[in-house]
């Protein structure tokens, strides 16, 4: 008879043979295990291929919307400078000038033009599918506007702008006076700036003077018929010696002897004031330059400076205004001496960071003057250029604040936007 041991033995040996064939039972065989896998895999990759599909075709459907709101949506006008098979396309803020003996056209994508007479300088600062803003910083233009609807067009000369709907018309800007003259052919425009009480009406037939830097000046008069060209100082006084004597009713036939004054050369002011600033500078360098610059008053030694700048002369005129911020510092002659400073550094030699100073003298010097918002607006471009992109942003915001719908609004917009 077998022991209690034996027994045991046995029955945990029976005990392990039956799990085991428990577990055999319930445990798949490799092939099955695979096949499972194999099936989950190709059920899983199904799935994806399906939402691939509708991935892809909801995708190229956005793209294809995307493209169509792209080719749909408003496209700012764009601008030529030059005539025919030689224009090249313009850059915004770029200088644009004319040659002295010719001129210069700018030719935007809508049908309008601006046409640059001899000498002048322009930039357009801004564009939109519905305009563009135009800053005219001397001499004169012709601007030819197509009409359409909700056309948002404006030219700048200094601290006036002149709105544009659709029009055409001739404008001088005179930096050296501050003056500017608007003269109708079609159309109307109107005339804004801080200076100016309300803003000013000009239709065609009319013409018109502004300036902020003496008691503002705005004529809407009738347009006198075409004249020839004013004569020069010489000619008037030629002219005025060959005119015959009139003999009075009861009076000797005899005529009597007349003592003409003698003929003189017209100085650099008669010169500079008739626009002829290459003559107006060769008489100043006739006098002594430097001399002058020792000896005359503020503001005729800032109308030489500002003679020898439009004259291309810009050592001459670095000489001039330096002349003046250094003999009548503090005064308002002083500060513009700055701004035109300014002027010389950003666009005669490129140096940004001179411009930056020169504009911020000015600013700080001159708050309220009529050259404030331009000198802002050059200020920030500067800080722009330089990529101190903090403080230009901090001159966009002062920008908008004051002068919202100024020249360098959109420049001042683009700066603040994130």
């Known amino acids: 008879m077998a022991s209690n041991r034996e027994l045991s033995t046995l029955g945990r040996t029976l005990a392990e043979v039956q799990d085991d064939a428990l577990q055999a ?27 691939s599909r509708l991935g892809y075709g909801a995708g190229a459907a956005v793209l294809a919307a995307a493209l169509m709101l792209f080719v749909m949506r408003p496209r700012a006008l764009e601008f ?13 803020g770029v200088l644009v000038a004319a040659p002295d003996t010719g001129g210069q056209s700018l030719s935007f994508s809508d049908g309008s033009r601006f046409r640059l007479h001899g000498g002048a300088r322009a930039r357009v600062v801004s564009s939109s599918e519905h305009g563009a803003r135009v800053v005219l910083e001397r001499g004169l233009l012709r601007a030819e506007v197509v009409p359409r609807a909700h056309n948002d067009w404006s030219l700048f000369g200094g601290p006036f702008e002149i709105h544009v709907t659709g029009t055409s ?5 005179d930096p050296q006076r501050q003056q500017l003259f608007v003269k109708m052919l079609e159309g ?20 018109g003077t502004f300036s902020c830097v003496s008691e503002p000046v705005a004529e809407s008069t009738p347009m006198p018929p075409p004249t020839a060209t004013p004569p020069s100082p010489v000619a008037a006084v030629a002219a005025m010696s060959a005119r015959p004597v ?36 060769a008489a100043a360098e006739a006098q002594g330059f430097e001399r002058l610059c020792e000896m005359l008053p503020s503001s005729e030694l800032l109308e030489l400076a500002s003679t020898a700048r439009l004259a291309g002369r ?52 001159c708050q309220g003057c009529a050259l404030a918002p331009e ?44």
């Open 169 to 173: 018309f001739d404008a001088s800007w």
């Open 246 to 281: 009139q003999s009075h009713p009861g009076t000797s036939s005899v005529s009597p002897s007349v003592e003409l004054p003698a003929m003189r050369a017209p100085g650099w002011r008669e010169l500079s004031a008739s626009g002829d600033y290459a003559g107006s500078l």
């Open 314 to 365: 810009f050592e001459r005129a670095n000489t001039g205004y330096a002349a003046v911020r250094r003999r009548f510092a503090g005064s308002e002659n002083a500060a513009s001496a700055a701004f035109h400073l300014g002027q010389l550094a950003f666009d005669g030699s490129h140096d940004y960071r001179a411009a930056r100073r020169s504009f911020a003298a000015y600013l700080s010097e």
């Open 80 to 92: 030529r400078i030059g005539d025919g098979a030689g224009a090249g396309l313009g850059q915004l």
């Open 188 to 207: 109307h425009v109107l005339v804004s700036a801080e200076c100016l009480s309300a803003k000013r009406a000009l239709k065609a037939g009319e013409s």
């Open 25 to 51: 039972r319930a445990r798949p065989t490799t092939s099955a295990r695979l096949a499972v896998i194999y099936q989950l895999r190709a059920r899983r990759e199904r799935t994806q291929r399906r939402w």
């Open 375 to 418: 000198a802002l607006g050059r200020r920030m471009e500067a800080e722009q250029r330089l990529g101190e992109l903090e403080l230009a942003r901090a001159s966009a915001s002062l920008y908008l604040e004051r002068y919202p719908k100024g020249a360098h609004a959109r420049l001042a917009q683009s700066l603040k936007e994130p």
